[in-house]
């Protein structure tokens, strides 16, 4: 590669060029080990690269390389998930090898895939399973036509946005009934594998029609292609077999809990009572302070624990004439504000 391309991947002038980037991590991906006769700091650096080189090429051929069968997909994922939770092992600190969110994000897309052909091959095991569709690709694109289909007035509030979606189905009906009046927007263009081999011109996304790959669900075994995951990610570095051997023994680590203990922390996790409780307290506030004149004329606070229940009746509602004569006048706040002229006039001029 010569300089000029380098300098073009790395600091393109587009930062959202997904072709562009989707270029620099195959880059990436395909450095070597340096040779023996470099410096150990040198060999140490490559080694590091090495590693990342790995983790870009699993993460992304299996939504990339239309030739791959669904059994390769889930091998290669599988793969990417034994080798990030090993690297995320060997460098604890926070964001020192990646963020924490990251992490999750990574581990979390890898488990629906495999939750998603699991669920496939229970509900109709001879159907194919397109794991580019579980990207927001339609998402995105639905996005996008709704943005630019009233010119100017790109954004919209909820009673726009509900009428104008169901005009963006009819778009997206009339797109699909006439692809050649489809202009995909050019940021969300993602090549397949071999056109970035190719230099191919041509970017767009890797759609279903577009696929190779033997994709049926009734030709993969899920607790195979784990394992086979696991035999590749092992033959990829000898520190990383040793890592993954070390793991066997320990039963409180697993791909969500990279240090025994969840990265995630869900709801679900503290005591049900304990929440129970603070949202009762929140209630029970919130009533009081709607509906009893004492806590919001004479600043009163009631206690809520107290046995007794506290009773509004009409009579206490209505303030007697002798108790309006000795109550002082209250402050009301009102929406004018009184304005002196220069010749001395005021005028009440309204807050807006």
């Known amino acids: 590669m010569d300089l000029t391309t380098l300098r073009g991947l790395m600091n393109p002038s587009d930062k959202q060029d997904v072709p562009k980037a989707f270029e620099l991590l195959k880059c990436v991906s395909d450095l070597p080990l340096a040779p023996n006769n470099c410096t150990p700091t040198w060999r140490a650096q490559r080694h590091a690269i090495y590693l990342l080189r790995h983790v870009c090429y699993l993460i992304t051929r299996p939504f990339m390389d239309i030739v791959f069968s669904l059994r390769e997909q889930l091998e290669h994922l599988s793969a990417a998930s034994y080798l990030l939770l090993i690297l ?14 990251l992490y999750a994000d990574l581990q979390l897309m890898i488990k629906n895939v495999f939750f998603c052909a699991t669920k496939e091959k229970v509900q109709d095991p001879n159907n194919n399973m397109y794991i580019i569709l579980l990207r927001t690709d339609r998402l995105e694109t639905s996005f996008g036509i709704l943005h630019t289909m009233v010119g100017n007035n790109t954004n919209a509030d909820v009673l726009q946005l509900s009428t104008r979606l169901s005009h963006v189905s009819k778009i997206q009906n009339i797109l699909a009934a006439h692809p050649a009046w489809d202009r995909s927007p050019r940021q969300l263009g993602l090549p397949s594998w071999d056109e970035v081999e190719m230099k191919s011109q041509h970017m767009d ?14 030709t993969v075994t899920l607790l195979t292609c784990w394992k086979d995951g696991h035999t590749l990610a092992s033959s990829l570095d000898p520190e990383v077999e ?3 051997d070390s793991l066997a023994s320990m039963s409180n680590i697993d791909m969500l809990s990279p240090l025994g203990a969840l990265v995630i922390k869900l709801d679900a996790q503290l005591p049900s009572t304990a929440v129970d ?37 009409l009579e206490d509602m209505i303030t007697s004439k002798t108790d309006a004569e000795q109550q002082e006048p209250s402050h009301s706040i009102s929406h004018y504000l009184t304005i002196q002229a220069r010749d001395g006039t005021e005028k009440k001029v309204h807050k807006s």
């Open 88 to 101: 995320f092992r060997a460098n604890p600190q926070q964001g020192y090898f990646m963020p924490t969110q």
């Open 205 to 218: 996304h890797v759609t279903p029609t577009l696929w190779k790959g033997d994709v049926t669900v009734n």
């Open 242 to 244: 040793m890592a993954l």
């Open 277 to 313: 409780d603070t949202l009762e307290l929140k209630d029970e506030d919130d009533v009081q302070d709607a509906t009893l004149p004492t806590a919001i004329h004479t600043g009163e606070t009631v206690n809520s624990s107290s046995g007794t229940e506290a009773e509004l009746d």
